[in-house]
Nanobody, 123 residues
């Protein structure tokens, strides 16, 4: 099983990025998918999740109305569209998968993880 993130990079404040999480060896639609992030010196935090076999999503308050999580079953890929980025969004972003039907906020509840992709928001 592999989750491979891509799409990170350097962007100016107010800009946008779309992160991708391509899955191999598992069917993403059958898993609850979450995006976590970890900034330097800070604890890992959940940013967004989408519940398996549904379109129900949850977001951290800090990213509501700016980030959108989605899933393309045909491509077996999940996405995190990030708009109006702020310097405090700078972090390594990870996608994770859990065989549960709810959004879990603890990273230990997710069995599969990607390697992470760095997002830097700076002018």
């Amino acid at each position: 099983v592999q989750l491979v993130e891509s799409g990170g990079g350097l962007v100016q404040p107010g800009g946008s990025l779309r992160l991708s999480c391509a899955a191999a060896g598992l069917t993403l639609r059958s898993y609850t998918i979450a995006w976590f992030r970890q900034a330097p010196g800070k604890e890992r935090e959940i940013v967004a999740c989408i519940i398996r076999t549904s379109t129900t999503t949850n977001y951290a308050d800090s990213v509501k109305a700016r980030f959108t999580i989605s899933r393309d079953s045909a491509k077996n890929t999940a996405y995190l569209q990030m708009n109006n980025l702020k310097p405090e969004d700078t972090a390594v972003y990870y996608c994770a998968a859990a065989a549960r039907g709810i959004c879990l906020h603890s990273g230990s509840d997710y069995r599969y993880w990607g390697q992470g992709t760095l997002v830097t928001v700076s002018s």
